[in-house]
C-alpha cells in the first residue's frame, strides 16, 4: 500500500520561516512526479509547487514563486519545501501528492496523497 507522509509543519511569524518533509512508503518518488498543495481555511485546495522525476524540472505557484522551494533527496525517498517569508495568507493544511502521468499545479493531477500537515502563519 502506497503511504506518504508529511511533516514539519508548525506556527510561525509572518516573515518566519519552515520546512516540510515528504517520506513516501511502497512508492519510490524518483519514479513519479510530485506536487505540494495546500488547503486554506475555508477555501479549495490549490497547487503551490511540483518536480517532475527525472529532470528535476520544478513549477511554482505566482503566490509563493521566490519564496518557495521543492526539492528531494533519492536516498531517502524524501521531498521537501522550503518554505521562506511566510505570510498569513499561506496558512493552511499542506499535502504531498504523487501524480502518475504528469506534474502541474491542479489537484486532479495527483493520484497519491498524505494526510496533510498544517502551517499556520500570524500576523
Known amino acids: 500500500e502506497v503511504q506518504i507522509v508529511e511533516s514539519g509543519g508548525g506556527l510561525v511569524q509572518t516573515g518566519g520561516s519552515l520546512r516540510l518533509s515528504c517520506t513516501g512508503s511502497?512508492?519510490?518518488?524518483?519514479?513519479?512526479?510530485i506536487g505540494w498543495l495546500r488547503q486554506p481555511p475555508g477555501m479549495e485546495r490549490e497547487g503551490v509547487a511540483c518536480m517532475s522525476p527525472s529532470d528535476r524540472n520544478t513549477f511554482y505557484s505566482k503566490f509563493v514563486e521566490g519564496r518557495f522551494t521543492i526539492s528531494s533527496d533519492s536516498a531517502k525517498n524524501t521531498v521537501y519545501l522550503q518554505m521562506n517569508n511566510l505570510q498569513p495568507d499561506d496558512t493552511g493544511v499542506y499535502y504531498c501528492?504523487?501524480?502518475?502521468?504528469?506534474?502541474?499545479?491542479?489537484?486532479?493531477?495527483?493520484?497519491?496523497w498524505g494526510q496533510g500537515t498544517q502551517v499556520t502563519v500570524s500576523s
Open positions: 501528492a504523487v501524480s502518475e502521468s504528469n506534474y502541474g499545479l491542479g489537484p486532479a493531477l495527483y493520484d497519491y
Open positions: 511502497g512508492i519510490t518518488f524518483d519514479d513519479y512526479y
